[in-house]
Every structure is written in C-alpha cells, then in structure tokens.
C-alpha cells in the first residue's frame, strides 16, 4: 500500500518539520532538500509552488519568492514511514542560490530549456492568477476578467492575426512581441475557464508519446 500526504506524521519530528526531497520531474535528478511543517505542505499543495518552512528564518519561505525560480510542483509522494515528503517539480530557472542547477552542484542537462518553458506556468498561476483573485484598477490583466470571457477571447483573435501579418514580414522583432502577446492573452483565457497550462501539455504530450 503507498502511502499519501495524510499519512504524513509531522509529530515525529520535535519541531514539526519534515525533510522535503525535490527532485526534477522531467530529468530525475535531485534538486534541493528543504523541510516543510504542515502549513508549508498545505500552502505547496494550495498554490502549486514549493514552499518550506526555513529553519534560518522561522517563516514559510516559498522557493523563487524573490528569485523568480520557482518550483512547479507536479507530484507529491510520501515514504514508507510517513516521516519523508518527495516532491516532482518543474523549475524556473536555477534551483540553487548560487546560480547552479542543483544544490548538489549537479548539471541539470534539460534545465535551460524546461526553465525557459516553466516560466508560462509562473506567468499564468502566479501573475495573471493573482490579478484575477486580487483585481486592481491600474491592472490591464484585471480589466480582462473584469470585462469577460468574450472580450478576453477577441483579444486572443486579435493578437493571431497580428501574428500572420507579421509573419509576411521580415522584422524578427516585431513577430517575437506579436507571439509573445498572442501567448499572454491565450494564458488569460485559460485561466478564465480554469485551466491550467499544464493540462494542455499533457493533450500534446499524449499525442506525442
């Protein structure tokens, strides 16, 4: 029988932490190793990035909080003994503070490029999310939600066709910004159904496998 996050027995540890292993879900390679407390766990498990309780600070401590290089959880697995938490993660970017890969000085051979890749996930669940739950008058993000799925989605019309004129043109530059406004508008719209990007890679991860 495996065991589930609700097996997880933070008692045993005097101060209520638990070690947190994260490991790459694409590459198998260790990441970092934190410790996490059961409002760390429950913070990891409600916003989708990984969140420790830091022994050096005594506060929850969210990974990327000031770097940016966050950890995407995308699976959570629990030892035989309740008493050890593993975590699947995409990262952001770097997961160590000195700018390597790992913290165990490991080359991470795949991270340049999921790092690049994760980043839609940070734009989409932690600022375009955040304009959503938390709206703000000077936010043009809020005041697509604010105006609803339908202009939301013309602005996502609008934005492909700027990208197949520019497309007939030569300007590298102009056809990068016109995608890259093509693609924010396209993370609205999904977080506006509620769907995650995750679970449209997976569509074309399984069309691919």
């Given at each position: ?25 694409a ?67 770097p ?65 492909a ?39 449209v890679i ?8």
């Amino acid at each position: 029988m495996t065991n589930t996050v609700s097996d997880l027995d933070f008692s045993k540890s005097a101060d209520g932490l638990l070690p947190a292993v994260i490991q790459d879900a694409a590459t198998g390679k260790v990441l970092m190793v934190g410790y996490m407390n059961e409002e760390a766990l429950e913070k990891t498990q409600d916003e989708g990035t990984v969140t420790f309780f830091s022994r050096s600070k005594q506060r929850l401590w969210t990974k990327g909080e000031t770097s940016n290089n966050f950890l995407f959880v995308k699976e959570i697995l629990v030892d035989c003994d309740g008493d050890t938490i593993l975590i699947k993660a995409t990262p952001a970017g770097p997961t160590c503070h000195t700018g390597a890969d790992t913290c165990f000085g490991e080359k991470n051979s795949q991270d340049t490029r999921i790092g690049e890749a994760a980043f839609l996930n940070y734009l989409q669940k932690q600022v375009i999310r955040e304009r959503k739950i938390n709206p703000s008058d000077e936010s043009y993000t809020s005041s697509l939600f604010k105006r609803g799925i339908n202009k939301i989605a013309q602005k996502v019309g609008e934005e492909a066709v700027e990208v197949v004129i520019e497309a007939k043109d030569d300007d590298a530059d102009l056809f990068k910004g016109e995608v890259s406004d093509l693609l924010f508008h396209l993370l609205v719209l999904l977080e506006q159904k509620n769907i995650d990007l995750d679970e449209v890679i997976s569509v074309l991860r399984s069309r691919h496998s």
